[in-house]
């Protein structure tokens, strides 16, 4: 029971942040520019320091425009009519949004201009990584994509259900990411059969379509596999 509510609590809260990016035109041009800064940092390959620096700056300005866009559908339900104070309520959420975008701004071309002059000084070079960090940033990338490909198609919940399947594309990830850090057949091998047997559970209960899990499986190897052919 208790696992049940915590993953009902979960699914409404990402269900929040969805409908947020779906309906806020502005919460996804912060989300693309999130992403980028971010995959940038992390091919430019910034110091641990810095990198904690550019994450909390990107955390900052999309918790900010979440809080915004809470406050304005408060507002709208407070005072449906046009109302002077409303109006000003708005804009002064806007307003906390645009100085913590510009701060963030400012904190990203501080932090990554030395490595960006670098590019111009040496050429540019992708940073190499652990094959662990690789693991670890796969698993979260292929969740991510799970959690939107299955807002965009309307069906299930982010963490159960609808297209595709999330337990499929995370037991392929890591059944990838446990063979590039082994590099032993047999336990890649073991490692296979068990993310066959996990998808497979999927339709066997009625969660998922087989067309559902073989998406979720093809979308979890192809992210793994992309990413540790860039980054190590």
């Given at each position: 029971?208790?696992?049940?509510?915590?993953?009902?609590?979960?699914?409404?809260?990402?269900?929040?942040?969805?409908?947020?990016?779906?309906?806020?035109?502005?919460?996804?041009?912060?989300?693309?520019?999130?992403?980028?800064?971010?995959?940038?940092?992390?091919?430019?390959?910034?110091?641990?320091?810095?990198?904690?620096?550019?994450a909390v700056a990107v955390i900052l300005?999309?918790?900010?425009?979440?809080?915004?866009?809470?406050?304005?559908?408060?507002?709208?339900?407070?005072?449906?009519?046009?109302?002077?104070?409303?109006?000003?309520?708005?804009?002064?959420?806007?307003?906390?949004?645009?100085?913590?975008?510009?701060?963030?701004?400012?904190?990203?071309?501080?932090?990554?201009?030395?490595?960006?002059?670098?590019?111009?000084?040496?050429?540019?070079?992708?940073?190499?990584?652990?094959?662990?960090?690789?693991?670890?940033?796969?698993?979260?990338?292929?969740?991510?994509?799970?959690?939107?490909?299955?807002?965009?198609?309307?069906?299930?919940?982010?963490?159960?259900?609808?297209?595709?399947?999330?337990?499929?594309?995370?037991?392929?990830?890591?059944?990838?990411?446990?063979?590039?850090?082994?590099?032993?057949?047999?336990i890649s091998l073991i490692c296979f059969?068990?993310?066959?047997?996990?998808?497979?559970?999927?339709?066997?209960i009625k969660a998922h379509t087989s067309?559902?899990?073989?998406?979720?499986?093809?979308?979890?190897?192809?992210?793994?596999?992309?990413?540790?052919?860039?980054?190590?």
């Amino acid at each position: 029971m208790p696992l049940r509510r915590w993953i009902e609590s979960a699914n409404n809260a990402i269900e929040g942040i969805l409908h947020a990016a779906k309906t806020q035109r502005h919460l996804r041009y912060h989300l693309y520019c999130a992403v980028a800064v971010l995959m940038l940092s992390y091919a430019l390959g910034l110091h641990r320091t810095d990198f904690l620096i550019i994450a909390v700056a990107v955390i900052l300005v999309l918790l900010a425009e979440m809080l915004n866009t809470a406050i304005e559908y408060v507002v709208d339900i407070l005072s449906p009519e046009y109302s002077e104070k409303a109006r000003i309520t708005k804009d002064v959420s806007a307003g906390a949004v645009l100085i913590t975008a510009f701060g963030a701004a400012v904190i990203g071309y501080i932090t990554l201009f030395p490595y960006l002059k670098k590019i111009f000084d040496s050429g540019l070079h992708i940073a190499k990584h652990s094959k662990e960090e690789i693991a670890l940033i796969a698993i979260i990338l292929v969740l991510i994509s799970v959690i939107v490909l299955k807002a965009y198609t309307g069906k299930g919940h982010p963490l159960s259900g609808g297209m595709p399947s999330g337990h499929a594309a995370i037991a392929f990830s890591g059944w990838l990411s446990v063979t590039y850090i082994t590099e032993n057949f047999s336990i890649s091998l073991i490692c296979f059969g068990l993310a066959v047997i996990i998808a497979q559970s999927r339709i066997t209960i009625k969660a998922h379509t087989s067309l559902e899990v073989i998406a979720g499986s093809v979308l979890g190897t192809i992210i793994t596999f992309m990413l540790f052919k860039i980054f190590y």
